[in-house]
């Protein structure tokens, strides 16, 4: 028994140190991401995100003016030491001192000796930049300023918000009806239609874009929020249905019995007993849609466009690399903004979340 339990203690031991592992990994990206979103932007191109931690880094002492006409072809007298203008410009280390040039035409130089310190500089202008739409100034780090255009992001954000709600409550309700459906009401046809709609769940969505959009241009669904809410309820129905008749068909059979005997009706059923009864499994599917409909691109793309009124976040973001790669400061800033409401929901509803994983794994 006591070995028994040594073994227990062990692996449990393990499967704790291997989940400490993948969070910190998991951890580390999302914190340098967020750090760097509150960085300007000459810092975040002259030094990284972990540089806001205590370190020790050069740092000026003391400036030595050179005289007006040093020769920078020529070796360079400093302190009694010559060094050549390559050397001077990627800085050289004498003892604990190292010696870069500040300004070359001003024959400006900086002597740095290594100290602790952190680079605390943080600022609100990213998101502001990348909320907005109007223009702004970062600084370079050559000490110049360039002005650019916000990328009003924000229009995007409630556009994400109003295509993402809508594709996650529509699709969860309609298959929470038919997974009751399939697993307590006898019909003709209903083990046939089940099956149907699990063979779907091995349809890859591009197979039904272009017969899809066809139709939807017919109807005038095309760039619509209808049109891109029916499509998302479409490709999420099958993987809900069945997810939601696993938790459904595990409920005791008594309680509806109990419920016809009383006189209670279908609907009376699924809203007063099965919708408390399937919080967990509601909830646990609700993340996996809300996700999967957030980070899309290819759906809202097809059905609602690329044009900035209906623009979601994904397009938006995909847009900024194309167009804007090396700035780094509206990509973390923007990215960080696409992550937070997806992580908001899922620590809302985490304790849910395993619960609803193993709803219906174990029966009795």
């Known amino acids: 028994m006591a070995k028994r339990r040594s073994k227990l203690k062990k692996s449990k031991w393990l499967v704790n140190a291997v989940l400490a592992v993948i969070c910190l990994v998991w951890s580390i990206p999302t914190i340098g991401l967020l750090v760097s979103s509150f960085r300007p932007a000459a810092d975040i191109l002259q030094s990284g995100w972990w540089n806001v931690l205590p370190h020790r880094e050069w740092q000026t002492v003391e400036q030595l003016t050179l005289p007006r006409d040093t020769d920078l072809r020529e070796p360079i007298d ?27 035409r001003a024959r400006l130089l900086n002597v740095q000796e290594k100290h602790w310190g952190a680079i605390t500089n943080f600022t609100t202008q990213n998101y502001e930049a990348v909320l907005g739409g109007k223009e702004y100034k970062i600084a370079l780090p050559d000490g110049g300023t360039k002005t650019e255009k916000g990328s009003g992001m924000g229009q995007s954000f409630w556009n994400t918000m109003a295509v993402t709600v809508p594709a996650t409550v529509i699709p969860i309700l309609i298959a929470s009806f038919a997974a009751y459906a399939f697993a307590w009401l006898r019909f003709p046809g209903r083990r046939s239609i089940f099956v149907i709609i699990i063979a779907l769940l091995v349809v890859p969505i591009q197979v039904a874009l272009i017969p899809i959009l066809k139709d ?19 490709f999420g129905l099958p993987l809900i249905t069945y997810f939601m008749y696993n938790a459904i068909s595990q409920l005791p059979k008594d309680l509806f019995e109990s419920a016809f005997m009383d006189g209670a009706t279908n609907f009376t059923i699924f809203s007063r007993l099965i919708l408390p009864l399937t919080v967990p499994a509601l909830a646990s599917i609700s993340i996996f849609q809300f996700l999967w409909v957030w980070n899309d691109y290819l759906v809202s793309l097809i059905f609602l466009g690329s044009q900035p009124e209906v623009q979601v976040m994904s397009m938006k973001i995909a847009n900024l690399v194309g167009s804007r790669g090396n700035d780094w ?9 696409s992550m937070l409401t997806p992580l908001a929901v899922f620590f809302a509803l985490q304790k849910y979340f395993v619960r609803g994983l193993l709803g219906g794994s174990v029966k009795g």
């Not at 009694?80 to 604990?96: E, F, K, P, S, W």
């Not at 400061?329 to 903004?337: G, K, S, Y």
């Open 78 to 104: 400093v302190k009694g030491q010559t060094y050549t203008d390559d050397q001077l410009r990627a800085g050289v280390t004498v003892g604990d001192e190292r010696y870069i040039w500040e300004n070359r």
């Open 216 to 234: 939807y241009t017919s109807l005038g669904l095309n760039g619509t929020y209808a049109g891109i809410w029916l499509a998302h309820a479409a």
């Open 329 to 337: 400061h509206l990509l973390t800033a923007a990215a960080f903004i």
